[in-house]
């Protein structure tokens, strides 16, 4: 059976860092990972995804160069790290593993089969 449990979310002032992790188990490395977030009331969107070598990484437009994500396929974890956080970054963040090895990141959640329970994210002004 496949889990997925986020950790790493919180309360952050503008401007401020968080890092989120997920740890994933009952599926291998060779699957792409991604990090999607909903904010009340909205539609679960794309943040950030990463194929199973790492070497290919997609990010929203919204999160380019304040965000990265990382993932250590020894340990089955994928990392969410949030830089210069803004009050629109506030959601709950989930962390996903897609469904077909191998193949390059999707954006559409409808790509992946597995998802953890979320893990809230807001940000201050």
């Known amino acids: 059976q496949v889990q997925l449990v986020e950790s790493g979310g919180g309360l952050v002032q503008a401007g401020g860092s968080l890092r989120l992790s997920c740890a994933a188990s009952g599926r291998g490395g060779i699957y792409p990972m991604g990090w999607f977030r909903q904010a009340p009331g909205e539609e679960r969107e794309f943040v950030a995804a990463i194929s199973a070598d790492t070497i290919t990484k997609y990010y929203a437009d919204s999160v380019k160069g304040r965000f990265t994500i990382a993932r250590d396929n020894l340990k089955n974890t994928v990392d969410l790290q949030m830089n210069s956080l803004k009050p629109e970054d506030t959601a709950v963040y989930y962390c996903?593993?897609?469904?077909?090895?191998?193949?390059?990141?999707?954006?559409?959640?409808?790509?992946?089969?597995?998802w953890g329970q979320g893990t809230q994210v807001t940000v201050s002004s």
């Open positions: 996903a593993v897609d469904s077909v090895a191998f193949r390059r990141p999707q954006f559409q959640k409808d790509g992946y089969a597995y």
